[in-house]
């Protein structure tokens, strides 16, 4: 069993000092994921890679109900939920009209990713994911992964035990699910 295992079973068990040593071993990776991720986030966005790790980090280690984890793929996929959350809420932060949601932003680079330049698109992405996720719970761990945390689909595939091959062809099918479903709305 891996140091990371150890630990989250130790955690799970509800040793107190056990999130303590967490962190250190996996912050690189978390840090990586979100700056990944947050990379393709316009160039005003307040929300920076070490904040959203933090939050995630407390969100996952800081409640109140103990959290079990029956591996790092699992904590990984937890990881990718609650910065899922995260910048779900910082975008519905930004539409309400107190934050500037009646203003347009205009970016200037053609690069970045439509549904980060519109948080409007990211709600829309998060409501087709929660209706993908009953449709399909396993291709919407790979967009969670994948999108979310960023992680390659490699890696993906790793962490949930399915091939190379099987990721991605659930995330090409999610891909078109999920762009299908948003155009229906």
């Known amino acids: 069993m891996s140091d990371v295992s150890q630990i989250l079973n130790a955690i799970g068990n509800g040793d107190q000092h056990a999130a303590a040593d967490l962190l250190p071993l996996l912050y690189d990776e978390?840090?990586?994921?979100?700056a990944q991720k947050l990379a393709h986030e316009s160039s005003g966005h307040t929300l920076q890679a070490t904040a959203l790790v933090h939050e995630a980090y407390l969100r996952l280690i800081g409640?109140?109900?103990?959290?079990?984890?029956d591996n790092r793929g699992h904590f990984f996929a937890a990881a990718a939920e609650a910065m899922r959350r995260i910048l779900i809420?910082?975008?519905r932060r930004k539409l309400r009209i107190r934050h500037g949601g009646e203003f347009d932003r205009i970016e200037l680079?053609?690069?970045?990713?439509?549904?980060n330049q519109h948080p409007e698109r990211?709600?829309?992405?998060?409501?087709?994911?929660?209706?993908?996720?009953e449709e399909d719970a396993a291709a919407a761990e790979v967009v969670k992964l994948h999108f979310f945390a960023?992680?390659?689909l490699e890696e993906v595939g790793a962490l949930l035990g399915?091939?190379?091959a099987t990721a991605y062809r659930q995330?090409?099918?999610?891909?078109s699910w999920l762009k299908c479903e948003m155009q229906n709305e």
């Open 63 to 69: 409640g109140e109900t103990e959290q079990c984890w």
């Open 171 to 175: 995330w090409s099918y999610a891909r």
């Open 122 to 133: 990211l709600i829309e992405l998060d409501a087709a994911l929660t209706k993908l996720a």
């Open 89 to 91: 809420e910082n975008a």
């Open 162 to 164: 399915i091939s190379r």
């Open 109 to 115: 680079s053609p690069e970045i990713a439509e549904t």
């Open 150 to 152: 960023g992680l390659p």
């Open 30 to 34: 978390l840090r990586k994921l979100a």
